[in-house]
């Protein structure tokens, strides 16, 4: 796979399982532009029927005005015909998508991938791959994780919101001017396909960048992956979109040579 800046530049590569998870990481994504590294992105699932397109024009819409380049944003789901909630059934192509993907990069600083918190399965499963990947390739010391939501300690249905877990290790922390964070409330508002979605995360990304407003992220490792991301019940079984017992099969099925 060619990119399309010249290779002697380095690399930042975002690995994202929908479009809207980039709010995690616009901070990081501003700090790399600065930096002079390519930032190019990539979605591995497409919207639900009806949406794809426009999802993914509001997120292309969100990274340019970051100043991502148009042609580096590149919408991998709509190629493997990998619909949302369903990254795990398409784990061999995406695997071998996100493996070119980043070999067709020259020199690659940084990969970020979603956390491994137990939120969304999509974004433990694209974890999972982007790890086994950057082992492969020897490029695990420069993969970064960013936390999206989880359920750790929360009762009933409440979540926490760029929140790291403490089994995850070490945080890294960035912190964030008063002007970027309420540039990237603004950011938060251009996604009315998922407004639903946003009703109910707004609040605790408001309350984060108020009273935190850094940016968090930590590392990655192989032996992660084969652990439960945190005690108790995890988001995605608390809504019944998915449970462990599944996401081990599927690692499983990842660790598997051939």
């Known amino acids: 796979m060619r990119t399309e800046e010249p290779q002697r530049k380095p690399a930042a590569l975002f690995l994202f399982a929908h479009q809207d998870d980039e709010f995690g990481v616009f901070h990081v994504i501003e700090e790399c532009l600065r930096q002079g590294r390519r930032v190019a992105c990539a979605y591995l699932t497409r919207g639900a029927a009806g949406l794809a397109a426009r999802r993914n024009d509001e997120s292309r819409r969100v990274l340019t005005s970051l100043g991502v380049q148009e042609r580096n944003i590149v919408f991998a789901g709509d190629l493997l015909g990998i619909d949302d909630a369903h990254l795990y059934t398409g784990l061999e192509a995406a695997h071998a998508w996100i493996d070119c993907w980043i070999g067709g990069f020259g020199r690659v600083d940084g990969i970020y991938v979603t956390a491994w918190e137990g939120g969304h399965h999509d974004h433990d499963v694209l974890h999972a791959l982007t790890v086994l990947v950057a082992q492969g390739r020897g490029l695990l010391p420069r993969v970064r994780q960013f936390a999206l939501y989880n359920h750790k300690g929360c009762p009933g249905p409440l979540f926490r919101v760029l929140s790291p877990l403490v089994e995850n290790g070490e945080v890294e922390r960035l912190p964030i001017p008063w002007r970027r964070r309420l540039a990237y409330l603004r ?68 660790r598997t040579p051939g």
């Open 187 to 254: 950011l938060c508002l251009q996604y009315p396909s998922q407004r639903t979605t946003w009703i109910g995360l707004f609040p605790f990304v408001l309350l984060h960048y108020v009273f935190d407003g850094r940016q968090a992220l930590q590392t990655v490792s192989i032996e992660r992956i084969g652990q439960r991301p945190h005690e108790g019940i995890l988001y995605y079984e608390q809504r019944h979109f998915f449970d462990w017992p599944r996401m081990r099969k599927i690692l499983a099925v990842l």
